[in-house]
Antibody
Framework: EVQLVQSGGEVKKPGESLRISCKGS????????IGWVRQMPGKGLEWMGG????????RYRPSFQGQVTISVDKSISTASLQWSSLKASDTAVYYC??????????????WGQGTVVTVSS | QSVLTQPPSASGTPGQRVTISCSGS????????VNWYQQLPGTAPKVLIY???QRPSGVPDRFSASKFGTSASLAISGLQSEDEADYYC???????????FGGGTKLTVL
């Protein structure tokens, strides 16, 4: 079964760092784009960026460039999203999603279960 | 303000047919395929339609979609109570060089 399993929910304080992960299984991890999508409380979906595990080609939505880092560890079929200094406005559910093929604009067809990140003092 | 425009809400009674629109531009819907997602409360989005009109296996044929120019629409026929969810359109935007989503449409089954 093709699936993406994300790391568990996190509660952090402003200024702290955080890395959340997304592990792929049931398919050739290096051949498909992984995207990260944010959903703030009560709001819609927003693409943050993505990475192609095969060559680590990484794209960011301009508003997220410099705010987060997307990375991948091919050896463990895991993509990561990290913050160096969290803000309260980073409170959201974060989803990883797999592209249907090797093109960055192919549909995001398999989604992880989501990771809830809460940032509060 | 989302790049793709959807109505914030839609409603229908069981058995009815409802449609949800998605309006974009030449840099997104006009040049790339549209995908539709269903998000049930408290769950991850699930793809209903990809490549404008194709249904993944397991998606009932009550769900269909179309595209014309820079607009797309999702149709749900034979509405059921379990269709009550948020629906999002999405596509790649060549100008932004990234994925864009509609603001979402909350479907209520009366």
């Amino acid at each position: 079964e093709v699936q993406l399993v994300q790391s568990g929910g996190e509660v952090k304080k402003p200024g702290e760092s955080l890395r959340i992960s997304c592990k792929g299984s049931g398919y050739s991890f290096t051949n498909y784009w992984i995207g990260w999508v944010r959903q703030m409380p009560g709001k819609g979906l927003e693409w943050m960026g993505g990475i192609f595990p095969g060559d680590s080609d990484t794209r960011y939505r301009p508003s997220f460039q410099g705010q987060v880092t997307i990375s991948v560890d091919k050896s463990i079929s895991t993509a990561s999203l990290q913050w160096s200094s969290l803000k309260a406005s980073d409170t959201a559910v974060y989803y990883c999603a797999r592209g249907r093929s090797g093109r960055v604009y192919d549909p995001l067809d398999i989604w992880g279960q989501g990771t809830v990140v809460t940032v509060s003092s | 303000q989302s790049v793709l425009t959807q109505p914030p809400s839609a409603s229908g009674t069981p058995g009815q047919r409802v449609t949800i629109s998605c309006s974009g531009s030449t840099s997104n819907i006009g040049s790339k395929s549209v995908n539709w997602y269903q998000q049930l409360p408290g769950t991850a989005p699930k793809v209903l339609i990809y490549y404008d009109t194709q249904r993944p296996s397991g998606v009932p044929d009550r769900f269909s979609a179309s595209k014309f120019g820079t607009s797309a629409s999702l149709a749900i026929s034979g509405l059921q109570s379990e269709d009550e969810a948020d629906y999002y359109c999405a596509t790649w935007d060549d100008s932004l060089n990234g994925w864009v989503f509609g603001g979402g449409t909350k479907l209520t089954v009366l």
